[in-house]
């Protein structure tokens, strides 16, 4: 069975400096994974997807993430982050061909940017 | 701007009423999906359609009752909810429902049931 493991509920940085969301997975079958981002009273907005392609994925608004098999992580970064950053990230995996709606979400990181 | 439209944003209701949550998609997806969200949760999927029909019902209570009129449109129908069903109702769309494509969200209908 998949599961989806975020390892940090908050994450605090000030404006201008690195952020690292971090995601490890438990996969039967090659997964795909990828990060959403949630603005208050707004739906989820796919930041960027990993489906056995380049192990380096890049997204939007400058994130990135790197799909790292022996460690079964698939972490979130950004070299600076800005105040618009802060936002619900969820990370999210799902089976390649699995079954219709099969997306197994992870509990959620808070981001919060500090001026 | 997102590409899955949801109305209304915004629905207070008492026990007793019925009414509907409407959602739309003009990206030629033909699967679709409705998820309930509380506060400081991830979504939670109820309901799935793949070519208008429905393939996924993770349990959900009879008082949601959902509907694919066509492609575009997903419609679910509520009668009878109660104060637990207060939530944020977000509809979400696919190429064709299998797992490794992205979904695409709307903005939600934030539902408050008095």
């Known amino acids: 069975a998949q599961s989806v493991t975020q390892l940090d509920s908050h994450v605090s940085v000030s404006e201008g400096t690195p952020v690292l969301l971090r995601c490890n997975y438990s996969s039967s079958y090659s997964p795909s994974l990828f990060w959403y981002v949630q603005h208050p009273n707004k739906g989820l907005q796919l930041l960027l997807k990993?489906?056995?392609?380049?192990?380096l994925v890049k997204g939007i608004n400058g994130f990135e993430a790197e799909f790292k098999k022996s460690e079964t992580s698939f972490h979130l970064t950004k070299p600076s982050a800005h105040m618009s950053d802060a936002a619900e990230y969820f990370c999210?995996?799902?089976?390649?061909?699995?079954?219709?709606?099969?997306?197994?979400f992870g509990k959620g990181t808070k981001l919060s940017v500090k001026p | 701007d997102t590409e899955v439209t949801q109305t209304p944003k915004h629905l207070v209701m008492g026990m007793t009423n019925k009414k509907s949550l409407k959602c739309e998609q003009h990206m030629g997806h033909r699967a679709m999906y409705w998820y309930k969200q509380k506060a400081k949760k991830p979504p939670e999927l109820m309901f799935v359609?793949?070519?208008?029909?429905?393939?996924i019902n993770e349990s959900v209570p009879s008082r949601f009752s959902p509907e694919c009129p066509n492609s575009s449109l997903l419609n679910l129908h509520l009668h009878a909810l109660q104060p637990e069903d207060s939530a944020l109702y977000l509809c979400a769309s696919s190429q064709t429902g299998v797992g490794n494509q992205p979904q695409h969200f709307g903005d939600g209908t934030r539902l408050s049931i008095l």
């Open positions: 990993y489906t056995s392609a380049a192990t």
């Open positions: 999210v995996v799902s089976d390649l061909g699995g079954s219709q709606g099969n997306l197994i």
């Open positions: 359609y793949s070519y208008e029909k429905l393939s």
